[in-house]
C-alpha cells in the first residue's frame, strides 16, 4: 500500500508497509496514483503537460525504488499479540470531583456519574501493590494521577509516590509518575512536587481568554482562565527542561484551533497538544463530519506558522506533529496502541478497575478491585484482541501503523463496537500524519 498526498505545497509517498517515506514531484505522484489503480499496467509516453522523456525518467526512479523494497511492498504479516496478563500502566483516578465544570467534560463534571469522592490511601496503596504484582518480570512501570482534579487530593498523590518509591527496590521497578491538572488550585508546593517527582505534568488550557472561559468555568460558575493562566506561567518558569504539555480541547466553537496553538506559544508555552472534542452529534459543541475540511485546514495552516516560529525564539513542539519517521514504535505497540484494557488500567476511588479512564464508573466495563483481589480477565483479553489485525476498517487505512487502531472508547461510545473506529478522528489523524511528514522534509529531517 502506498499512499500520495500534497501538504505544505509539497508531494510525497509512503510507503505503508516499510515506513518509506521520499519527497517526490507533481509528475511522479501522477505516476505512482496510477500505478495504485492499476499496479501491473505499463505507463508510457507523454500525457498530462509532460514529456515522454520526463515521463520515462520518472518510471524509472519509481521502478528502482520498488525493486530496492522502498516502494509498494507486500503487506506484513502480523502475529497478533497474546493476552498475557502482564500490566505496565495505572490511571489513577484520584479524584471524582473538581474544581472546574467544563462543558465538554466526559466525566460529568469531575463525578464519572456517581458519588463526588476522593481516593483513600488505602485504595492507592493497594492499586500500587495491583500494579508491582500483575507486572511480572517488566522493572519500569507508569502511574498516572488523573481525575477529577487531583490537586483536591494532593495529600494522597504524594503519599502514593512516596509509598511506590518504598517498593522500587524491593521488587526492582522504577516507577515513571505523570499527573493531569486544570491547575486551577496549583501551589507552588504542589510545583516543586511536581518538578521533583512527576516525569510528566500535563496543564488543561484551551487557547485563547474566551474560548476557554466560554467552556471552563469553575464549580461556582466563575471564569477560569485568568487564574490558570497565571498559575501555568508559573509552573513553566520553575519547570525547566522538564517534560510538560498545556494540553487544550477544541470544539465546535472555536474551529480556528490554529490560532489558540499559536495563542498558547505567545504566552510562553513551548509544549503544546490540542485535542478534538468526542461528543454525540446533539450536543452544541460537537464536531461533526461536516467540520472535518475546515479543520483539515486549520491543520495546515498551524504547520506552515509552526515551521517558521521553530526558526526563532517562539520554538515550539505541537504534540501531534511529532512523529518518528526513521523508528518509531515496535511492531507490538503499532498493532495495538494505548493498551487500554490490557497492558494499561484505571483504578477508581472506590478500588474498582477499569479498561482505561473513560470508562470509569460503567458496570459493564469493571474488571475487578484492587481491594478485594478480584480480576476477571474476560475483558482484558477482549481488549488484547482488538487490534489491526481484527479491524477491517483500519487494515485498509494507509495511517493504521500511526494510530494502531485508534481510541477503543471512541469506538464503544460513538460506534457501539471496539473494532470500529470513529472516523472523525480518523480523518483528523490522517491530516496530522501528512502534516508531520511535511514539516520532517521542510527541516531536512527526512
Same mark, same amino acid.
Given at each position: ?99 472546574? %465544570? ?62 511506590? %518509591? ?115 452529534? /446533539? ?26 516560529? %521553530? ?22 505497540? %503499532? ?54 489485525? /481484527? ?31 470513529? /472516523? ?23
Amino acid at each position: 500500500m502506498v499512499h500520495t498526498f500534497r501538504c505544505l505545497n509539497r508531494f510525497f509517498a509512503l510507503d505503508v508497509e516499510s515506513g518509506s517515506v521520499f519527497e517526490i514531484d507533481e509528475l511522479t505522484k501522477e505516476l505512482i496514483d496510477l500505478k495504485i489503480k492499476a499496479p501491473l499496467n505499463k505507463i508510457e509516453g507523454a500525457f498530462s503537460c509532460y514529456s515522454a522523456d520526463d515521463v520515462a525518467e520518472a518510471n524509472e526512479e519509481i521502478q528502482s525504488l520498488i525493486d530496492k523494497g522502498l516502494l509498494f511492498t507486500s503487506e506484513a504479516s502480523h502475529n497478533p499479540p497474546c493476552y498475557n496478563g502482564v500490566v505496565k500502566a495505572l490511571c489513577l483516578n484520584i479524584s471524582h470531583n473538581c474544581s472546574l %465544570r467544563c462543558e465538554y467534560c466526559f466525566a460529568d463534571g469531575g463525578s464519572y456519574s456517581t458519588e463526588r469522592l476522593n481516593m483513600s490511601k488505602e485504595v492507592a496503596f493497594a492499586a500500587i501493590d495491583f500494579l508491582i504484582s500483575k507486572s511480572g518480570t517488566r522493572r519500569n512501570l507508569e502511574v498516572d494521577f488523573f481525575g477529577g482534579e487531583p490537586l483536591l487530593n494532593m495529600d494522597v498523590v504524594k503519599a502514593t509516590v512516596e509509598y511506590a %518509591r518504598s517498593k522500587e527496590k524491593e521488587y526492582n521497578k522504577n516507577f515513571r509518575f505523570t499527573i493531569t491538572t486544570n491547575a486551577y488550585m496549583l501551589s507552588d508546593e504542589d510545583i516543586d512536587f511536581f518538578n521533583k517527582e512527576m516525569y510528566n505534568v500535563v496543564l488543561s488550557i484551551d487557547g485563547r481568554k474566551d474560548v476557554h472561559n466560554c467552556v471552563r468555568k469553575t464549580a461556582r460558575g466563575e471564569d477560569s482562565f485568568d487564574i490558570i493562566l497565571q498559575n501555568a506561567l508559573r509552573f513553566r518558569a520553575k519547570r525547566g527542561d522538564g517534560q510538560y504539555y498545556i494540553r487544550g480541547t477544541f470544539t465546535a466553537l472555536n474551529k480556528d484551533f490554529a490560532t489558540d496553538a499559536l495563542y498558547l506559544n505567545d504566552c510562553g508555552f513551548d509544549q503544546i497538544s490540542l485535542e478534538p472534542v468526542v461528543l454525540p452529534d /446533539t450536543h452544541r459543541l460537537a464536531i461533526k463530519e461536516s467540520d472535518v475540511p475546515e479543520l483539515v485546514e486549520q491543520y495546515e495552516i498551524l504547520a506552515k506558522e509552526y515551521i517558521e516560529r %521553530r526558526k526563532t525564539d517562539k520554538w515550539f513542539n505541537f504534540f501531534h506533529f511529532m512523529i518518528d519517521i526513521s523508528g518509531g514504535p515496535c511492531e507490538s505497540k %503499532r498493532l495495538v496502541g494505548c493498551g487500554a484494557g490490557n497492558e494499561y488500567l484505571c483504578v477508581s476511588p472506590d478500588g474498582s478497575i477499569y479498561p482505561c479512564h473513560q470508562f470509569d464508573g460503567k458496570p459493564d466495563y469493571k474488571i475487578g478491585s484492587v481491594l478485594t483481589g478480584e480480576f476477571c480477565d474476560k475483558l482484558p483479553k477482549k481488549f488484547a484482541c482488538a487490534n489491526l489485525t /481484527t479491524k477491517p476498517e483500519c487494515l485498509k487505512c494507509w495511517a493504521k501503523y500511526y494510530c494502531s487502531g485508534g481510541c477503543a472508547a471512541n469506538s464503544v461510545n460513538f460506534c457501539g463496537d471496539i473494532n470500529v473506529p470513529y /472516523t472523525i478522528t480518523c480523518e483528523l489523524m490522517k491530516k496530522r500524519v501528512e502534516c508531520a511528514i511535511a514539516i520532517k522534509a521542510i527541516e531536512g529531517i527526512l
